[in-house]
């Protein structure tokens, strides 16, 4: 910061180093309070996780691409499988959009100098690292091959290393939860003055019903756990059957957090895709108040699903009949968000832009997979899908191409804004369009698949499978391009791209009123907030576009 | 025994059921088809099915053509683009909250009532006994002691369940270990099959044919060779076919080797014991007659008839080093005349 002594204007004008440049060395980076940096080395940890995980993914395609056995031995093939899901899941997808985007970009939407508590937000980076740590130490002690969702009472008799596992994910449960108590209470106490409720952007509202989401659920899951691994410790009979336990309880307790965890999953995304609809398209949002309590509404139901999980396991039939009641009840606060999107689009002025083109690429994937969720909410469809491919393709669906396809879509869109360097459009625009083809190629097939009866975790299948297999596999060959073209445009950018406006977008929320990259305190003086985010110079407010 | 021609490059397998050698035909042509609809299950299952998807079809049709015909008409000319002012339209937002909650719940309805029915067997209802364990389903029918089972391709044994045409028929199923899931694509019916408890599943067969039956709830190594067939026989036929299927005896002109080689198969000893050398999930059986072991307390055994006896029994009283206790015990399984037999086979595995 400058000294006081000079004039305002001098001040304003003075070119004040931005929050990559204000310090220097590696000390600086690794006990740095700035969201901003602690941002960037989640973003840094989440990629190589998803690398990581990726790449197992695609070496289980590539063994499947026959129906015998290729190249891994059907050992390896499960734990390849859990550690996919398993390092997707904890160490990728949860704390993706709002560990790495989200702590980037929520002060600065709020027009707030940082999180609540900063240093809170460092230790849960921290405690990410140990668990991530942890969960690797597992491929030291024999690896794991439970599947990420530890199922008893497999995961208690197998000899692989499920209490590191488990302790690993125990731990990264803790990072998620501060960084939820960090985001509920920065939202509530941060904002910007004149910046009411009904003034945040969706991303922030999205981003708060994900942390409520994070502080309720996560303690479910570390109690999980922690039972599981008493159990493989000291026996005492709480899920093996031989021991008098019941296994399906612990199915009941792990669903009871891990469906809300869809939930925190995929309601960033839904945030980041209402800023991206709305910036590129010169649009208010279509209907901002039934988006955002929308979001409130989801996760609040998201709690009394769990059981959807669950129809053929042996759960009451009743209880079957009640969750699937609950589960439709949860498509209607869905189908609205997406509606609304789209609504957006209507009298436009639609910039074909990259992150656009992502946000686009996610309508169309999400929809497929929230209308396929459908299928899986009816009871008696259920029974016939379940476990099969169509459910791996639904949730890749949700997953990748409602998540992963937004928080490319809020990369690309924010990049500017994290290094100051735009991205190279053609470059972009080819990678969003690989994905599209190779994630569509990889995923709608498996639904095929699926009805067809073919199961999951399967890493050998009757040679009827094989053409479909083929072509999935194939797509996910594509889809792999598709991501290494984006990992490829984005650090291109970082060093060779042009230099970005602070605000290359034009968009009106307050991330983008200061400098690209931001000063270390983001805004020189306190902002006041008079309207909405979405009010766009282009709008014709005399109505004669209505 | 149903013996269709390789339908794939043959690589030898080493499964208990390597899903290549189950022999059942292709339940469909097509991936676009349904597949056979052969229980009273699958029938009024696939209406909804249907349904669902034509609704979705139209619901997905409609939400990507706005978008797509907006992105054509709205699409960005220049920078004196005017846009809309509109922010919401209550009549329109309650409109696609409402009509969607409709189609919501007629789907609950139907499905509901769909799995109501096929969770109440009908009292009539023939009892079948299928226990799963790692990684084989054993089926059993009243009255008879030994297990069904059937040889298919490459005179690998798969476990078999036989039911009549048009009678309903009741599996009650629990598992030895882990949890396995029962699933019969074909029927449209699936259930977990979890320790420690009954579970049920009922249908009544439709349609003549051979299907196969697969494992859905991930149960380790060799979780997807955990295969079987079931196969729809005329009520007339069906209490011999049972009986042909539930006899493990020596035949005639049979040696003892290939009788022990038809008992390796049919317990399903292949699924953790190859015959080629290579380890799987226990030690393979190759020239393992008078071989030293290792075992995991330190000792050492040379293998005989009396240790191959034993760990058939009584598994884990000694383990080979290397290798962890997970095997079943086959004591009241196998009698004495299949042990020798067995024993006779493995000798011959040099």
Redesign the interface.
């Known amino acids: 910061m400058s000294k006081s002594k000079e004039t305002p204007a001098a001040k304003a004008n003075a070119p004040e180093p931005s929050y990559l440049t204000a310090k220097s060395g590696l000390m600086s980076w690794l006990v740095t309070v700035d969201h901003k940096r602690i941002g960037l080395m989640y973003l840094a940890a989440t990629l190589f996780f998803f690398l990581v995980a990726g790449l197992l993914a695609i070496a289980l395609r590539t063994e499947l691409y026959t ?3 290729d190249f891994m031995s ?2 390896t093939y ?1 734990k390849v499988f859990t550690l996919h899901g398993a390092i997707m899941v904890f160490l990728f997808i949860i704390p993706s959009v709002p560990a790495a985007l989200g702590n980037f970009i929520l002060p600065l939407m709020l027009g707030a100098k940082d999180v609540a508590f900063p240093k809170l937000n460092l230790l849960s980076f921290y405690i990410y690292c140990i668990a991530a740590v942890m969960l690797v130490t597992t491929l030291f002690l024999g690896s794991l ?1 439970t ?1 990420w969702t530890f ?1 008893t ?2 995961s208690k ?3 692989t290393a499920v209490i590191m596992a488990t302790m690993g994910a125990f731990v990264a449960g803790f990072s998620s939860i501060l960084t939820g108590v960090n985001f509920v209470v920065t939202v509530h106490k941060m904002r910007a003055p004149g910046m009411t409720w009904n003034r945040m952007p969706l991303m922030i509202w999205a981003i708060y019903a994900t942390a409520l989401i994070q502080v309720m659920a996560t303690p479910v899951l570390a109690i999980t756990l922690f039972l599981l691994i008493i159990e493989r410790t000291l026996n005492i009979g709480i899920f093996d ?2 021991l008098g336990g ?3 309880l612990y199915q009941h307790f792990f669903w009871f957090y891990s469906h809300p965890a869809v939930y925190i999953m995929i309601l960033p995304g839904f945030g980041i895709i209402s800023e991206l609809v709305t910036v590129h ?10 988006i955002a309590l929308s979001s409130v509404a989801i996760a609040v139901i998201s709690f009394i699903v769990w059981g959807h999980h669950m ?4 759960q009451s ?1 009743l209880a ?2 009640v969750f ?2 609950l589960t ?1 009840a949860v ?2 606060p869905t ?2 968000k ?3 999107w ?2 957006t ?8 832009n990259t992150p656009m083109w992502y946000a ?1 690429v996610f ?2 994937t999400f ?2 997979g929230g ?2 969720g ?2 899986l ?8 899908l ?3 491919y169509f459910v791996v393709a639904h949730f890749h669906y949700v997953m990748v191409g409602g998540t992963v396809v937004a928080f490319i879509g809020g990369l690309f869109h924010w990049w500017p804004k994290m290094f100051g360097r735009m991205f190279n459009e053609t470059a972009g625009k080819i990678s969003a369009l690989l994905v599209f083809i190779g994630f569509n190629t990889t995923f709608m ?1 498996q639904f ?2 699926g ?3 073919m ?10 499978y ?3 297999h083929q072509v999935s596999t194939i797509g996910s060959w594509i889809l792999m391009v598709g991501l290494f073209t984006v990992l490829g445009t984005l650090l291109h950018a970082i060093k060779y791209g042009a230099k970005a406006p602070s605000n290359p977008w034009g968009a009106v929320s307050l991330d983008w009123q200061t400098a690209s990259p931001p000063i270390e305190h983001n805004f020189h003086d306190t902002i006041h907030v008079t309207g909405s985010p979405y009010d ?1 110079p ?4 005399s ?4 | 025994m149903i013996n269709f021609s390789m ?2 490059h043959g ?1 030898l ?1 080493m ?1 208990g059921v ?3 050698k ?1 022999g ?1 035909p ?3 042509d097509s ?2 088809q ?2 056979p609809s052969a229980s009273n ?1 699958a029938a ?2 696939d209406n ?2 249907v349904f ?1 998807t034509a609704v ?1 079809g139209v ?2 049709v409609v ?2 053509g ?2 797509v015909w ?2 054509y008409k ?4 220049s920078d004196k ?9 209550g009549k ?2 309650f409109g ?2 409402a009509i ?2 409709v189609f ?2 007629v ?2 309805v ?10 109440s067997p009908p009292a009539d209802a023939i009892d079948i006994r299928v226990t799963g364990e790692k990684w084989k389903w054993t089926i059993e029918y009243p009255g008879r002691s030994m297990a069904s089972t059937i040889e298919v391709e490459g005179g690998e044994v798969a476990p078999y369940l036989i039911v009549p045409l048009g009678q309903p028929v009741r599996l009650t199923m629990t598992s030895k ?3 396995h ?1 029962f ?1 019969i ?2 029927f ?5 099959v ?4 009954y ?1 049920t599943v009922w249908f009544t067969a439709i349609e003549e044919g051979t299907f ?1 039956v ?12 955990m295969l079987a067939v079931v196969k729809v026989v005329k009520p007339e036929e069906y209490k011999a076919a049972v009986e042909a299927a539930t006899v493990l005896e020596q035949g005639a002109s049979e040696t003892a080797e290939q009788f022990g080689e038809k008992v390796f198969k049919t317990f399903a000893c292949n699924s953790c014991h190859t015959v080629d050398g290579s380890a799987k999930v226990g030690p393979s059986f190759k020239g393992v007659v008078g071989r030293t072991e290792n075992l995991a307390d330190g000792s050492s055994i040379v293998v005989d008839e009396n240790y191959i006896r034993e760990s058939i029994y009584q598994p884990n009283a000694k383990v080979v080093a290397g290798f ?1 206790p ?1 095997m079943p015990t086959f004591a009241g399984q196998i009698n004495d005349e299949q042990m020798n037999a067995l024993i006779a086979y493995m000798k011959t595995l040099k």
């Open positions: 129906p015998t056995q059907a050992a499960n091959d599947g199922y009472p497999y008799s197998t000899g059957p031989a019941d296994p399906v398209s010169r649009k208010h949002i279509f209907g901002y108040r039934a129809f053929v396991s042996g039939e079957g009949i699937s009641f439709f498509a209607v189908a609205i997406v509606f609304s789209v609504a689009l209507y009298g436009g002025s639609i910039r074909f686009l309508l169309w929809t497929v209308l396929t459908v299928y909410g009816t009871l008696s469809v259920d029974v016939h379940h476990d099969t097939t095929f698949l009805h067809q009866g199961p999951r975790r399967y890493y050998a299948y009757l040679p009827e094989e053409v479909m766009f282009e709008i014709d407010k109505g004669a576009h209505h | 339908m794939f690589q397998g499964l390597p899903p290549e189950l059942t292709p339940m469909s991936p676009w349904l597949l299950h009024s299952l909804l099915y669902l979705c619901s997905f939400v990507i706005a978008m907006f992105m709205y699409k960005y000319k683009d005017r846009t809309s002012p509109l922010t919401h339209n329109l937002e696609w909250s969607p909650a919501l719940m789907f609950f139907w499905g509901e009532v769909g799995f109501v029915n096929m969770s270990d882990v949890i899931s699933y694509p074909a449209r019916v699936k259930k977990d979890v320790p420690g408890r579970s196969p697969f494992c859905t709830e991930y149960c380790g190594d060799e979780h997807s060779s962890t997970q």
